[in-house]
C-alpha cells in the first residue's frame, strides 16, 4: 500500500474541514466548528492511481496560516498540499495564491494545487475571470472548483493529486 501525506491549508472558513468530511464520509454539516490545530484523516483513493492501492493521510489544518506554518513538524513528510479558497470571498482567494506560492518554495517539487470552494453559492460571486487573483486566471496550479455542500469535483480533486503524486514518484 502506498500511503501518502497531502495538507489542507487555507484561511478559516473557506471549507477545509467541509471538504475533508464530504471525501471521508460523503456528508455536509451546516453548522460551523473551526478546527483547532489539526485533524487527520484517512481516505483511500479507489481505483487507485498506482498499480498498489493508495491512501491519502489527509491534515486538515486550521485557519492560522502564517510563514511559521511552513517551517512546523506537522508539514514534515507532506507530499503535496491542497490550498483552498472561499469563492464567495475574494481576499481568501488572493491569500490562498500566496499560500500556494509558499508551500511551493518551501517545498519544491511537491503537489500543489488550488480549489475554489463553495461553488453551490454562484449566485454570490462574479463569473467573470477578472473576479480571481492572477495566479488563479493563468493556472500557476492545478486549480479545481468545488462545493462541499453539493460534493462537486471533490473526490475528483484527490484523485487527481494522487494521480499526479504517483506519476513523480515514479
Known sequence: MITRKIMLLGEMAVGKTSIANRLKFDRFHVEYKSTL???????????????????FLIWDTDGNVGDAIFRERQMRGAQGAIVIGDLTRRET??????????????????????????????????SEKNYLPAGLRDGLFPTFTTSAKTGDNVRTTFHAAAATIVRREQ
Open 37 to 55: 490545530g489539526v485533524e487527520i484523516y484517512h481516505y483511500d483513493v479507489e481505483p487507485s492511481p498506482a498499480p498498489v492501492p493508495f491512501k
Open 93 to 126: 482567494l488572493e491569500h490562498q495564491m500566496a499560500i500556494a506560492e509558499k508551500f511551493a518554495a518551501n517545498f519544491p517539487g511537491r503537489y500543489v494545487a488550488t480549489v475554489l470552494n463553495k461553488s453551490d453559492l454562484a449566485d454570490e460571486f462574479p
